[in-house]
């Protein structure tokens, strides 16, 4: 999937998302715990798609974006098959019935404002931007979708699976180079990754913000030791993936990771991690 299309469904994601009447808490203290589980749990961006489909058991989960499915972009693809999609309307929430919605905010989404007056339980998550918002965000939903020692075992698993990767990357210099040039810098999950691994960003040595451009003539010049890659660019397949692949750059070793693992901050932080401190120490 290219950066225009992760671009359209950034920009879709108010679409998405309730906006409740009253706020709602980051931890779901809303939430009636007299209730017992909830029952019927809408998640309204793949984000949420992900950690849902992850820690609730699946007669639980009412209905997910239709991204959820979609390997190009979710991590859960496979798992999320059969599981009721919605298209994104606030009908469809609206027939579902919720007892609990799962979603980022956005308070400025007149798309769905029929549900304002709904007062459904609802959970705001933020985009993580580190490993440690990760884990926040996995407490919040277990807590959220009855099943809190789901969450603390992930945890703890996540954990595990990321001692010593420290080591890999050594210190060397790597540059996540997308489509048409776009640079990823500091403040944003992948940095954080390159940060796990030992590895130093090029847009945060060189001072770019956490979303810049950079041509092939900065890229020769700054000569990382890595381009780090998503895995859907390894092949030239339209102009915005020819300028990743350019002759000038053939030099710079390539490391590939699905962008299905960077684009939610969620369980595949680790597979994300580990493919990319396996491939740097293999170089």
């Not at 059969?82 to 989404?109: K, Q, T, Y």
């Not at 490993?131 to 099943?147: C, K, S």
């Not at 299905?260 to 120490?281: D, F, M, R």
Request: aromatic fraction near 4%; include cysteine; hydrophobic fraction near 45%.
């Amino acid at each position: 999937m290219g950066l225009g299309k992760i671009h359209r469904y950034l920009r879709l994601v108010p679409c998405l998302v309730l906006l409740g009447a009253a706020p709602t808490a980051p931890s779901g203290e809303r939430i009636d715990r007299a209730k017992g589980s909830p029952h019927r749990i809408v998640s309204l961006n793949l984000c949420a798609d992900q950690l849902l489909v992850a820690l609730a058991d699946r007669d639980q989960i009412a209905g997910l974006t239709r991204y959820a499915s979609d390997p190009a972009m979710s991590n859960v693809a496979a798992a999320a098959r059969g599981l009721p999609v919605f298209g994104g309307s606030a009908e469809e929430v609206l027939a579902a019935d919720p007892d609990l919605v799962i979603g980022m905010s956005a308070r400025r989404n007149p798309a769905i404002a029929v549900l304002r007056n709904q007062h459904y339980a609802s959970l705001d998550l933020k985009s993580a931007k580190n490993y440690d918002e990760i884990l926040a965000a996995i407490r919040d939903v277990a807590r959220a979708v009855g099943h809190p020692e789901r969450g603390e075992a992930m945890v703890a698993h996540m954990n595990a699976q990321l001692a010593g990767l420290r080591s890999a990357g050594r210190g060397r210099v790597a540059a996540y180079y997308q489509r048409r040039g776009y640079l990823t810098g500091t403040g944003t999950l992948v940095d954080d990754l390159m940060t796990r691994v030992g590895l130093v960003n090029l847009a945060g040595k060189l001072g770019k913000p956490s979303l810049s451009q950079m041509s092939l003539e900065e890229m020769t010049v700054a000569h990382p030791d890595y381009i780090v890659i998503d895995s859907a660019t390894q092949r030239v397949s339209d102009q915005g993936t020819e300028m990743i692949h350019h002759p000038i750059l053939r030099d710079i070793p390539r490391v590939a990771i699905p962008q299905a693992w960077t684009v939610c901050g969620g369980p595949a932080y680790v597979k994300a991690a580990k493919a990319l401190a396996a491939q740097v120490s293999a170089r």
